[in-house]
């Protein structure tokens, strides 16, 4: 095994595996991105990023070429000391995980797989996954260590969290532990060290208990918003000075490509007996359905032009994926005379608008997404805000 880079990332040009790679080579490692998209590859090596990412392209552009590359070849795999998988465990339209996908990916990159390779699992995987893919190891006679040390950044802050975050690192013995956290020393100091299958739940545990909470705000604010009360006007006055509620999110859509997904992959490892988890599915995958029924009540939709702010998933963000603005727009094409959007970083949408047009045409505006360029939004339509982005009040 020929050691010309230090890091080879597979699933290198996402969201998990791009930041990872730009903070290790930041910090002085050579790294390999690898990637099957091409389009993206070829933009990475442009030193151009393919998503929003604070000060990540700036990163790119000094590293890109010389301490960072990227490339669609799998036998790069065979290059590095350390090969860290993004691969995560999908779901299909059902919501089951596939447990298995992970070691396929891996089985498949298994002939480029050299012995004395250290082989990180670093995203969210069904509970199990570590023990497969060792087992596939095994099987395939390859003498490769295999850690799961999980991603815990929120997209958008990648650039400071990977540094200042403790990295959670597992491992079936300790010599595993000591590589994984060598590695990882490499971005931060602080280390916690578990059982592999503590590590994977510990990861699900995390993405689920914020997707319980924000359920929780979003039951609150339908439960004041049906007796005409303001919830964020409640929420910040039992917030103010009073640690013990101070965790109470506002409410709004709960979406993106981990929180629910990885909800449900918890209830299907709890042999889906998960009444809270499942609870916080329906109350935030309910969210729009409950907005558009209330603006049923008040409105004449099928008479009027309908405008959602913001197509991204989280403030600040171009990442539409299980954005529930999608899902709100949907329901009102069957409920509005007609539907338009707009959003200020997302770019591969052409059904999108400008915000002068959306403005001009709109007869009713939903902010579907706190983008701080909503802020201060002037309009002389009804502007429905359940964020409380523009302080006019959350009340349907």
Same mark, same amino acid.
């Given at each position: ?8 990332? /597979? ?52 590293? /890109? ?5 990227? #490339?669609?070849?799998?036998?790069? /795999? ?16 059902? !919501? ?6 992970? #070691? ?5 990159? %298994?002939?480029? !797989?050299?012995?004395?390779? +250290? +082989? ?33 950044? %929120?997209?958008?802050?990648?650039? *400071? ?16 532990? @000591? ?31 914020? =997707? ?18 303001? =919830? ?7 917030? !103010?000075? =009073? ?23 918890? %209830? ?51 990442? #539409?994926?299980?954005?529930?603005? =999608? ?15 707009? @959003?200020?970083?997302?770019? @591969?949408?052409?059904? !999108? ?15 579907? #997404? ?7 939004? *002037? ?5 429905? @805000?359940?964020?409380? *982005?523009?302080?006019?009040? /959350?009340?349907?």
């Amino acid at each position: 095994m020929s050691d010309v880079n230090d890091v080879v990332i /597979v699933g290198g040009c996402g969201h998990v595996g791009l930041p990872l790679g730009l903070a290790f080579a930041e910090r002085g490692l050579q790294v390999m991105l690898l990637d099957v998209n091409r389009r993206v590859v070829d933009q990475v090596m442009r030193g151009e990023m393919p998503f929003e990412e604070d000060r990540a392209e700036e990163v790119l552009q000094r590293v /890109v070429g010389d301490r960072l590359r990227a #490339t669609c070849d799998p036998s790069i /795999v065979a290059s590095a000391e350390n090969v860290v998988v993004v691969i995560g465990t999908p779901v299909d339209e059902h !919501l089951n995980p596939d447990p298995n996908a992970v #070691t396929r990916a891996v089985r498949e990159l %298994a002939e480029h !797989l050299s012995d004395g390779q +250290l +082989l990180v699992l670093r995203s969210t995987v069904y509970p199990g996954t570590t023990a497969l893919i060792e087992q596939s190891m095994q099987e395939l006679g390859k003498a490769v260590a295999v850690a799961f040390c999980p991603e815990r950044i %929120a997209e958008g802050r990648a650039m *400071t969290e990977l540094y200042d975050l403790p990295q959670i690192v597992s491992g079936r013995s300790p010599a595993i532990l @000591d590589r994984a956290e060598k590695l990882f020393r490499n971005l931060t100091s602080q280390m916690v060290r578990m059982e592999p299958e503590e590590a994977e739940l510990a990861k699900l545990f995390t993405n689920t208990w914020r =997707y319980i909470k924000f359920a929780t705000a979003n039951q609150l604010f339908m439960m004041a918003n049906d007796f005409g009360l303001d =919830y964020e006007r409640i929420r910040q006055g039992l917030t !103010l000075d =009073y640690p013990r509620a101070a965790d109470l999110p506002s409410a709004g859509f709960a979406a993106g490509p981990c929180l629910l997904k990885d909800t449900m992959q918890l %209830a299907a490892f709890n042999n889906n007996n998960f009444l809270l988890g499942h609870a916080a599915m329906l109350v935030n995958e309910g969210l729009p359905l409950y907005m558009i029924s209330k603006l049923e009540q008040r409105y004449q939709l099928q008479a009027m032009t309908v405008g959602i702010l913001g197509m991204a998933f989280k403030a600040d963000s171009d990442d #539409t994926r299980s954005s529930l603005s =999608y899902k709100l727009k949907r329901i009102l094409r069957f409920k509005a005379a007609q539907v338009i959007c707009h @959003d200020p970083f997302v770019r @591969d949408d052409g059904d !999108l608008v400008s915000l002068e047009e959306i403005l001009a045409r709109s007869d009713l505006l939903l902010l579907a #997404t706190p983008h701080p360029q909503y802020r201060n939004i *002037t309009t002389n339509v009804p502007l429905v @805000d359940i964020w409380g *982005t523009t302080d006019t009040g /959350v009340v349907i």
